[in-house]
Structures are given as C-alpha cells and as structure tokens.
C-alpha cells in the first residue's frame, strides 16, 4: 500500500492506492481542515485516522481497510444525498416496490411519486437529525443580553419557527458537499421584537437573513447586500439566496475550503 498526502499546509488530504495498486486513488479518503479545526477541534473520526499514521502505530494493511470503508461510506453519503435532492427513476421505484407498490408507470412517478419519495426522505431522516442537533439554540456572544422587560415583549411564533425549520430542512438539500451539511448544525435563530434572525456561529457576522413576517400572506426576508429584499408568498423563493449567503457565510467565518491545486503538492510515503 502506497499513501499520498495532498496539501497546502492548511487542508491535508490524505490518499492510498486501493482500487489501483500503485496508483493514488481520485478521492481522499480522510481530509484534516487545520482551520476548521482551529475553530471546532479535530473530528474523532479523523483522529482515529492519524493515530493509524504513528511511527509505532502505522499498519499498511489496517490503513488499506480503512481507507477502502471510509471511501465506500463516503460514496453511499453521496449517492444518498443526491437521491434526497433528486430522486431517480431507478431509486423511486425500488423505494415504491418495498412500499408495496408495484409497476407503477414512469409517467406516474415523476408527476407524483418522486416529489412523494422526496419528502418522505426528508420527514424520515433530514427533519429528525436536524431537531436533534438543534435542539437547544446556542447563543451568540456577538450581542448584547436581552434584557428582562424585552424578552417579555418577544413571542417567537409558530410561522418564525416554521421558516427556521425551512432553512435548516432545505439547506440539507442545497448543501453541495459534506463540509456544507456538517455546518448547518451551527445554523440558529434569534428572536428580537419586530424580526426574526437567522444566523451561521455569529448572530451578527454570519447574519443569513432578518425574517418580518407579513400580515397578508407576503413575508419579507432581508438579505445581506447585494441581495436585499424578497418580498415572497412562497418561501421556495429564498432558496437561491440562501444558498448563495451560506456559502459565504461559511467562507467568511472558517469553513472547510478546498485546498488550491495550484500550490498543492502531493507525498509518497
């Protein structure tokens, strides 16, 4: 077993020669983010990896069947994710099969059933681990206490929690890797009197929107310029911006980047 290390001196990515031997395989199959974990620690995951890569510890075999499981895990994440968003033909009928419903016709499927098996995925698996994860909304130190006589006047309401459910529900569809997913657990909500904030880590460095809730069916969210207003009915409208907010908001605040090629250099050990 060969074992290659990608790295810009911040993002180490670690590779081995399963599939071909003597030759790196495409994906790594364990990434340390030295920033992210300045800011997080080291997943123990990862940890577990480099107690493997010790000088007393170090086992070609181990690190091969190690590799070779993290790389399978990490290819059904991605397959799953991908039906979560999309559902396949292929996928929804099996889906449909095990559900007792035989046959059914493609026509069938992609006007009903798909977004059915969409949604079932998400009220299944998504909705469930994301309440757990937040289930007690973190603070922010960014801002001051709220006072006694200010909380007395703030009701969080059930379309509040309703659009904070949303946003954590579709940015596990919008996230477009593991390290987005991974860091919509740090995604909260704080409640002011007459707006609704939505937050990545910092209630006020990583503002994503201010929510106001309309009076005649129209909600308005506020965006970070240069976005700005969306005046919307349909909160599906949002999608794009707050995709493109998070994105950047885990950019500015130490989310885990791909390391540059262009400086990157790749070892053999």
Same mark, same amino acid.
């Given at each position: 077993?060969?074992? !290659?290390?990608?790295?810009?001196?911040?993002?180490?990515?670690?590779?081995?020669?399963?599939?071909?031997?003597?030759?790196?395989?495409?994906?790594?199959?364990?990434?340390?983010?030295?920033?992210?974990?300045?800011?997080?620690?080291?997943?123990?995951?990862?940890?577990?990896?480099?107690?493997?890569?010790?000088?007393?510890?170090?086992?070609?075999? =181990?690190?091969?069947?190690?590799?070779?499981?993290?790389?399978?895990?990490?290819?059904?994440?991605?397959?799953?994710?991908?039906?979560?968003?999309?559902?396949?033909?292929?996928?929804?009928?099996? *889906?449909?099969?095990?559900?007792?419903?035989?046959?059914?016709?493609?026509?069938?499927?992609?006007?009903? /059933?798909?977004?059915? *098996?969409?949604? =079932?995925?998400?009220?299944?698996?998504?909705?469930?681990?994301?309440?757990?994860?937040?289930?007690?909304?973190?603070?922010?130190?960014?801002?001051?206490?709220?006072?006694?006589?200010?909380?007395?006047?703030? *009701?969080?309401?059930?379309?509040?929690?309703?659009?904070?459910? /949303?946003?954590?529900?579709?940015? =596990?569809?919008?996230?477009?890797?593991?390290?987005?997913?991974?860091?919509?657990?740090?995604?909260?909500?704080?409640? /002011?009197? !007459?707006?609704?904030?939505? #937050?990545?880590?910092?209630?006020?460095? !990583?503002?994503?929107?201010?929510?106001?809730?309309?009076?005649?069916? #129209?909600?308005?969210?506020?965006?970070?310029?240069?976005? !700005?207003?969306?005046?919307?009915?349909?909160?599906?409208?949002?999608?794009?911006?707050?995709?493109?907010?998070?994105?950047?908001?885990?950019?500015?605040?130490?989310? =885990?980047?791909?390391?540059?090629?262009?400086?990157?250099?790749?070892?053999?050990?």
């Amino acid at each position: 077993m060969r074992l !290659g290390i990608l790295t810009n001196g911040l993002r180490f990515e670690l590779f081995v020669d399963v599939e071909n031997p003597n030759i790196m395989d495409d994906e790594p199959f364990v990434t340390l983010d030295m920033e992210a974990a300045a800011l997080r620690g080291i997943p123990a995951d990862v940890l577990d990896v480099l107690g493997t890569l010790t000088r007393t510890g170090f086992q070609p075999a =181990a690190m091969s069947e190690i590799a070779e499981m993290r790389l399978v895990s990490k290819r059904l994440r991605t397959v799953l994710m991908q039906e979560v968003r999309e559902p396949s033909l292929e996928f929804c009928r099996t *889906v449909l099969r095990l559900a007792k419903l035989e046959n059914v016709r493609k026509s069938r499927i992609e006007a009903v /059933y798909s977004s059915m *098996v969409r949604n =079932a995925f998400e009220e299944a698996f998504v909705i469930p681990v994301l309440e757990l994860l937040r289930a007690s909304p973190n603070g922010d130190t960014d801002a001051n206490p709220t006072t006694d006589v200010t909380a007395q006047r703030i *009701v969080t309401t059930d379309r509040e929690l309703a659009v904070y459910r /949303y946003v954590c529900r579709r940015l =596990a569809f919008l996230a477009s890797d593991e390290h987005q997913f991974s860091a919509i657990e740090h995604v909260h909500y704080r409640d /002011y009197v !007459g707006k609704f904030a939505v #937050y990545y880590r910092s209630v006020n460095k !990583g503002r994503l929107f201010d929510f106001i809730e309309g009076g005649n069916g #129209y909600d308005k969210f506020i965006f970070p310029e240069p976005i !700005g207003e969306v005046i919307t009915s349909t909160m599906a409208e949002i999608d794009e911006p707050l995709r493109a907010v998070f994105s950047q908001r885990i950019r500015d605040l130490g989310g =885990a980047q791909p390391a540059n090629a262009s400086n990157l250099h790749k070892l053999r050990a």
